[in-house]
Structure formats: C-alpha cells, structure tokens
T-cell receptor, first 118, second 114 residues
C-alpha cells in the first residue's frame, strides 16, 4: 500500500523569505500523481501544485515550485517570497494513475503547519 | 456552480441524533468523494461516486454511515446515531472525469457531537 510522510509538523518562516516543506512517499507503482494542497483555517482544501510522475520537469506555479526526486521518492514544496496569506496547513497527497477502482483516491500526509512571521 | 458547495457549514448534534450533510459538486463533475478529517490530521477517504453509482464505500467507518447520490449530482452523507468520535470536518470533493483530472474540494461541514 502507498504511504505519504510529512516529517515536519510545523515550520515557520520570515515574511518574504523562502521555505521548503518536505514530503516523502512509498509506492511500487511507476505512474502516479503528486499534489500539494493548502488548507487555511476555513478548512477548504486548495490545490497549490500538481506533478505527474512521468514528467521529469519540476512543476512551478508562480511562487510555488516542487523538487520532485522520483528515485528518492521525495516531493518537496518550495515557497518563495513568503506572504502572510501563505499561512496554513499544507498537505502532500498521492494518487495512482492506474484506472483501477481502488486506486483513484488520494492518499494524504499528516500535514505541515506553516507559520509566517511578519 | 462555481465551486463545490457544502451545507451545513457547522452542525452541533447531540449524541444519538441523526445528521445529514449535503454536497453540491461543480456542475458537470462526474466523480464525487467524501472525506473525514479529524482535528490535526489529514483527510481520510470515506466513499466515492461516479455519477450515481457508489463505486467504493470501503472508507465508511461503520454501518451508521450512509451516502447517496441518486441523480448523479447532489450527494448526501448521513450519519445515524451520532457518537462523539464522529466529530470531524466532512469534506466533499468533485472531479470532472476520472484518472488525471484535478479534485476540487468544498469548505467542509464541521460536525461536533456533544
């Protein structure tokens, strides 16, 4: 079974600086998707960035980028120029790319609480 | 609609009471998911619908939990005889197709059982 591990329960960063959130996963599959979701206090899960495992190029969305290391099964999120609005829980998630009924659900890490210091 | 809508946003139930949580997915989205998220934890999968068919209910914690999506759009998660351990945020999510498309979440229904 696949697992997702986020080893940092909490991280803090000074506003305008860069922070990296860690995520590792375990799978025997060759094709899958990885996601970072942001969950502010409102509890709505907001997609930050997504990576397809077959793509070697790291995904980037404005100030958010990932470092995807497939062999190491690592998927870290880098937030540049941190802003107060980035403060939230961040969840890493995995999903199989295979169209088998049991493999469409997301498998989640435990989350990392990101604190932005003004 | 523009996004996934859930109601009620907050519900306080007395232990033993039945509750019903509603999810309006994004219009046209075929796939619908329910997740349960306890305080300080990541979401846990409950059940999955493709149109009106409930293809997986393996995550439902007990037979007190029941979900339906009779017309392939709105879904209701029903919890009978609520217990304190049912207190959590219940997240609904939808997706246009299956496989590679992005899943979009609603804001959740916060259930507190007292």
């Amino acid at each position: 079974a696949q697992t997702v591990t986020q080893s940092q329960p909490e991280m803090s960063v000074q506003e305008a600086e860069t922070v990296t959130l860690s995520c590792t996963y375990d799978t025997s599959e060759s094709d899958y998707y990885l996601f970072w979701y942001k969950q502010p206090p409102s509890r709505q899960m907001i997609l930050v960035i997504r990576q397809e495992a077959y793509k070697q190029q790291n995904a980037t969305e404005n100030r958010f980028s990932v470092n995807f290391q497939k062999a190491a099964k690592s998927f870290s999120l880098k937030i540049s120029d941190s802003q107060l609005g980035d403060a939230a829980m961040y969840f890493c998630a995995y999903r199989s790319a295979f169209k088998v009924d049991s493999n469409y659900q997301l498998i989640w890490g435990a989350g990392t609480k990101l604190i932005i210091k003004p | 609609g523009a996004g996934v809508s859930q109601s009620p946003r907050y519900k306080v139930a007395k232990r033993g009471q039945d509750v019903a949580l509603r999810c309006d997915p994004i219009s046209g989205h075929v796939s619908l998911f329910w997740y349960q998220q306890a305080l300080g934890q990541g979401p846990e999968f409950l059940t999955y619908f493709q149109n009106e068919a409930q293809l997986d209910k393996s995550g439902l914690p007990s037979d007190r939990f029941f979900a339906e999506r009779p017309e392939g759009s709105v879904s209701t998660l029903k919890i009978q005889r609520t217990q304190q351990e049912d207190s959590a945020v219940y997240l609904c999510a939808s997706r246009w197709g299956n496989s590679g498309n992005t899943i979009y979440f609603g804001e959740g229904s916060w259930l507190t059982v007292v």
